[in-house]
């Protein structure tokens, strides 16, 4: 499953990065995203095209497409 | 004694530096790259200057503004670090001050926002994460403004020591990896412990390659692939960057769990899921509220009535005009200076700098109220709801805030690209901006508009605005599409909690924007005020002179004839058109002069709606292009911007013509 199967205040680990590439995976990894770390499920928004995460106590924002490569198990 | 001071970005570094600093002065940028350098003086501490580094969560460079970092930390000559930290995201922060650490260089850690983190029930016990990382380590609240404060940083910063540098247990073959290119290196002279260099090799850090010497890069780069393909194949982490990112978080875990400490339980309040975000980022909603907003700050700074930044703007020009321009004038009428030396300063010089220089007050609130929103938290989530929209066109959501700036002036939005990471779409954005109906196309469109289309003043102005967007929208989606392929196709942003921004600190930043529009703006001005009046006041036949024979006629009567198509191809039009390039509203102050007031019979209805759109859309003026020049530091793309536009204009205004004369035709 990827973040964005995850429901509303639900809590998740992160298992993989999918295909994203590299340079914004180093843009994920300086705000905490990257394998192993918690994140929970905030909002989606704008008709689930954008989707508020939190991990590390910092919340973010992230596009359905790179929200959808981000694989987690719960 | 130097020290140079790094720190993520939105720490509160500007607090900081408010607290401490006496005054700052620019030196220049940092060699190679367009960053501004600043140096910070500490008060009661004289000999202590502090070198401020771009925002960056890491020392390896994601961006031209992080790659300063790599640079300082290998060539600049310093004593120490200062690193400042927010306490609330003291995981995420401490990933940058690992790095800083493990060079082994004197180093202090700030830990600010104090106040904030004591506000969610917790603190952090100083001493312990002092002892555990090998630093200094003070907590402080430099939002506050205690003297204590003050006085504590000064005291640490005099009695910084060398630590031993921290070294985490990396895995097995990142250990191999540091020793192998260690051992390449042996014999070079360095003024960083090679361990940390090859360290920052390993994690990718492109910059440090330019600093090595060049027959060994190929064999230390084998050696970072073979360091990659052991975690991989050894099934340590997706990635050798990975690897060494997860080693430093386990580490900061268990520190974190350490010295952080709960000292009262309080209901941790999401930032994202507070009611007012269920409307301001609302999939309906969320984009009326924020053009409403927009205009209510339009109104302020420009508007027509009641609006302060107009109200100050016109008594600024008032100022210039009435009481600055007419003592000068006598003071050198007294002096004995009349006649061409006379007409170079106050029809030259005075009005053309003071053309742009009197719209400071208006510019200044601008970014006073931009500098609210920014500080409230509002204009992350705008870049949240503009996204979808924006992405289409190969913007990102964050590029509305320098469009949104771009329909006051063009120099302050192209500055405002800074907070767009990607470099791709930073160029995109700084490039279509000037298309935007900028405040000073705004008399062009009122003088034609009073003339000729009377009847459907606000139909022709709004289509004049929606031009200049379409052309902007036009044009990103065709870099996006081929120069800047993949533009647009990233986006992540965090989500702030909504502060109650300072005043102090808001003041601070409008005022610095403000300061930064004088300078690059009047420099450039004042050389092409005096470049341009003297072109139109000499001709062949000397000075003092009618303005038929002057060099900047006969310039114009030699370009004029491209412009036949178009419907103004004479010598009056052309030079209006290239005066504008010092300030668009000079088009309007050199149409009145050169058609002697009587513009109406100059023009017909078609050629009229051609010329402004031609106006508004040819050329930036010359402080956007000194903008362009030094924002994207390339001398191609500086012309691009030039050129680019003035072919759009002409294939615009051709078609309005083809269009005009069409429809004249079948009526």
Redesign the interface.
């Given at each position: 499953m990827n973040i964005t199967d995850l429901k509303r205040d639900e809590k998740a680990q992160i298992t993989?990065?999918g295909n994203l590439d590299?340079?914004?995976?180093?843009?994920?990894?300086?705000?905490?995203i990257?394998?192993?770390?918690e994140v929970v499920m905030?909002?989606c928004?704008?008709?689930n095209?954008?989707y508020?995460i939190?991990v590390?106590?910092?919340?973010?924002?992230?596009?359905e497409e790179?929200a959808k490569q981000i694989e987690v198990k719960k | 004694m130097i020290y140079l001071l790094a720190g993520n970005p939105n720490v509160g570094k500007s607090t900081f530096f408010n607290l401490i600093t006496q005054s700052h002065v620019h030196v220049g940028n940092y060699s190679g790259v367009t960053v501004e350098k600043r140096v910070h003086h500490v008060k009661g501490f004289e000999k202590a200057n502090l070198v401020d580094l771009p925002g960056t969560y890491n020392v390896s460079p994601n961006s031209e503004d992080e790659g300063v970092v790599t640079y300082s930390l290998l060539k600049e000559s310093y004593k120490g670090i200062v690193n400042i930290i927010d306490s609330t995201h003291l995981k995420r922060n401490l990933h940058l001050s690992v790095q800083l650490l493990e060079l082994g260089v004197p180093s202090l850690l700030v830990l600010n926002m104090k106040d904030a983190l004591r506000n969610n029930g917790y603190i952090i016990d100083a001493v312990k994460l002092g002892s555990l990382l090998n630093a200094n380590v003070i907590s402080i609240s430099a939002r506050e403004r205690k003297n204590e404060d003050h006085e504590l940083f000064v005291s640490e910063l005099k009695n910084l020591q060398t630590h031993k540098a921290l070294e985490l247990n990396y895995p097995t073959p990142i250990k191999w990896g540091i020793q192998r290119i260690h051992d390449l290196l042996r014999f070079d002279t360095m003024q960083v412990k090679k361990k940390w260099l090859a360290l920052q090799i390993l994690e990718g850090n492109e910059g440090v390659f330019q600093h090595l010497d060049i027959s060994k890069v190929d064999r230390i780069r084998e050696v970072v692939l073979e360091v990659e393909r052991r975690i991989i194949k050894e099934d340590i982490a997706l990635s050798l960057k990975g690897a060494i990112f997860n080693t430093r978080r386990l580490f900061i875990n268990g520190i974190v769990e350490q010295c952080l400490i709960q000292v009262e339980v309080k209901e941790h309040s999401k930032y994202y899921n507070q009611k007012v975000d269920r409307y301001i980022t609302h999939p309906v909603l969320g984009i009326p509220i924020f053009f409403a907003i927009m205009l209510l700050v339009y109104q302020i700074s420009f508007g027509n009535f009641l609006s302060p930044g107009t109200y100050l703007t016109d008594l600024f020009g008032q100022f210039w005009d009435n009481i600055l321009t007419r003592y000068v004038g006598e003071f050198l009428l007294l002096i004995g200076i009349d006649g061409f030396a006379f007409g170079l300063i106050i029809d030259g010089i005075l009005a053309g700098v003071g053309g742009v220089i009197t719209f400071l007050p208006q510019i200044i609130i601008l970014f006073f109220l931009l500098a609210i929103l920014e500080g409230t938290g509002y204009m992350a989530r705008v870049a949240i709801v503009m996204d979808r929209f924006l992405s289409k066109f190969g913007f990102n959501g964050k590029s509305i805030v320098p469009m949104i700036t771009g329909f006051g002036c063009t120099v302050p939005a192209i500055m405002a690209t800074r907070t767009i990471a990607d470099k791709k779409e930073r160029m995109l954005t700084i490039l279509t901006i000037p298309f935007i109906s900028c405040s000073a196309r705004l008399p062009i469109y009122l003088i034609f508009i009073n003339i000729f289309f009377d009847k459907y003043r606000a139909f022709v102005m709004l289509g004049l605005y929606l031009l200049g967007l379409l052309v902007t929208l036009f044009s990103a989606k065709l870099l996006s599409l081929s120069y800047f392929k993949g533009s647009g196709s990233k986006f992540i942003i965090e989500v702030p909690q909504y502060r109650m921004p300072q005043l102090r600190t808001i003041t601070y930043q409008a005022l610095e924007k403000a300061k930064r529009f004088v300078k690059k703006a009047g420099t450039f001005i004042l050389i092409g005020s005096i470049i341009l009046w003297l072109l139109s006041n000499i001709g062949p036949s000397g000075i003092e002179i009618a303005q038929e024979d002057s060099f900047m006629s006969i310039i114009a009567s030699f370009i004029s004839p491209i412009f036949t198509p178009l419907g103004f191809g004479n010598w009056q039009a052309t030079s209006s058109l290239i005066s504008g390039f010092l300030a668009k509203e000079v088009i309007v102050s050199s149409l009145e002069i050169l058609y002697m007031g009587n513009i109406a019979a100059a023009f017909t209805t078609v050629s009229a709606l051609s010329y402004v759109a031609f106006a508004s859309l040819y050329v930036p003026c010359i402080s956007t292009v000194a903008t362009i020049r030094s924002e994207t530091g390339s001398t191609k793309w500086t012309l691009f911007s030039v050129v680019y536009p003035f072919i759009v204009a002409y294939i615009v205004a051709l078609m309005i013509t083809g269009i005009g004369l069409g429809i004249q035709a079948i009526i």
């Open positions: 993989s990065l590299k340079k914004f995976i180093g843009r994920l990894m300086d705000l905490g990257y394998e192993s770390a905030l909002n928004l704008t008709f095209k954008l508020v939190e590390d106590e910092i919340e973010l924002c992230l596009r790179d | -």
